[in-house]
C-alpha cells in the first residue's frame, strides 16, 4: 500500500485498441511515475503519445488492465478522482468570447471551487502568468503566447496535485516559453508531479528529470535523462531520440 501511495501514475499489464483497429494500440503496457517527479513522455508522431495522455485522465478507457491516479482508477468518471489532476492539453481548451478572469471563473466553479477561492486563484494566476493588465479582455485577440498562458492557467485553477501537459509552449516566443517553464518548476517544487510531452527536446532536458520514450505503442526505454544518456553514450536527449527511433520520417 505504501508503494502505491508513493506513486503519482501507476499503469499495469495495459492494453488498448481502437474500435476500427486502425491506430495506435497498447499491449501489456506498464509504467510507474513517482509523486513529485518532473516526467517526460516522447516518442514519434503516432507513437502513442496523445492517446497514452487521454488514457491516463480518463478520456479513454483502458480495454484490459488498470491506471491508477495517487493510487485510484482513472477513467471512472469520478469527480474526487478528477479533482486531483489539471491537464492542459496542445489544443486551447477555453472560451475564445470570453475573458480571461471569465475563462477562470467557469473553470474554476467546474473545477468545483466556491465563489472565494475563485477570486482568489484567478488574482493569482493572472499576477503570476503576466495577464492581469489584459484580464477583462477577450481571449480571441490574444498573441498565441498569452492564449498559451491562458490554457495554462486554467490547467491549475484548483491547485492539482498532478498536471498533465500535452504541448504546453507550442508556437510561442523564447521569453513566453521561458516563463512558462519557470512557473512550472515552482509548481513542482510546491509538490505538484508534472507529465509532460512535446516535441522541444531541449526544453525536456531542461524541465525533466525523468523520461519515457515509446514508439509503436511499447516503452522502448525509460529512466532518469542523465542515466539514459551515459547508458546510451549520447550528450543530448535529441540524439538520444533519433538513435532510439531513426531517422525515417513520421506521418
Known amino acids: 500500500m505504501a508503494v502505491t501511495q508513493s506513486l503519482a501514475v501507476s499503469i499495469e499489464h495495459m492494453g488498448f485498441r ?27 508522431n503516432g507513437a ?15 480495454n484490459e488492465g488498470s491506471i491508477k491516479l495517487l493510487g ?5 468518471q469520478n469527480k474526487e478522482v478528477n479533482k486531483l489532476f489539471g491537464f492542459v492539453p496542445q489544443d486551447f ?9 471569465e475563462n477562470l471563473e467557469f473553470f474554476g466553479a467546474w473545477a468545483g471551487l466556491n465563489k472565494t477561492e ?13 495577464l492581469e493588465d489584459v484580464r477583462n479582455k477577450p481571449v480571441e485577440k490574444f498573441s ?7 490554457n495554462l492557467a486554467i490547467g491549475v485553477i484548483h491547485n492539482p496535485q498532478v498536471l498533465f501537459l500535452d504541448e504546453p509552449t507550442v508556437g510561442v516566443d523564447v521569453q513566453t516559453r521561458q516563463a512558462i517553464i519557470s512557473y512550472l518548476r515552482t509548481l513542482n517544487d510546491n509538490g505538484t508531479t508534472l507529465i509532460y510531452t512535446s516535441h522541444q527536446l531541449s526544453e525536456a532536458e531542461d524541465l525533466c528529470e525523468q523520461i519515457a520514450m515509446i514508439d509503436e505503442g ?20 535529441e540524439d538520444l531520440f533519433i538513435n532510439l527511433t531513426g531517422k525515417a520520417y513520421r506521418n
Open 18 to 44: 481502437y474500435p476500427d483497429n486502425t491506430d495506435v494500440s497498447f499491449a501489456d503496457l506498464n509504467l510507474q511515475i513517482a509523486k513529485g517527479t518532473r516526467f517526460g513522455l516522447f516518442g514519434p
Open 48 to 62: 502513442g503519445k496523445t492517446t497514452l495522455m487521454n488514457l491516463m485522465t480518463g478520456v479513454l478507457s483502458v
Open 72 to 76: 485510484r482508477e482513472a477513467g471512472t
Open 93 to 101: 481548451s477555453f472560451y475564445q468570447e470570453l475573458s480571461p478572469a
Open 118 to 130: 475563485i477570486v482568489k486563484r484567478t488574482d493569482e494566476l493572472l499576477y503570476i502568468l503576466g
Open 144 to 150: 498565441g503566447g498569452m492564449k498559451r498562458r491562458v
Open 218 to 237: 511499447k516503452i522502448i526505454t525509460q529512466g532518469h535523462i542523465d542515466d539514459l544518456l551515459k547508458e546510451h553514450k549520447h550528450d543530448s536527449l
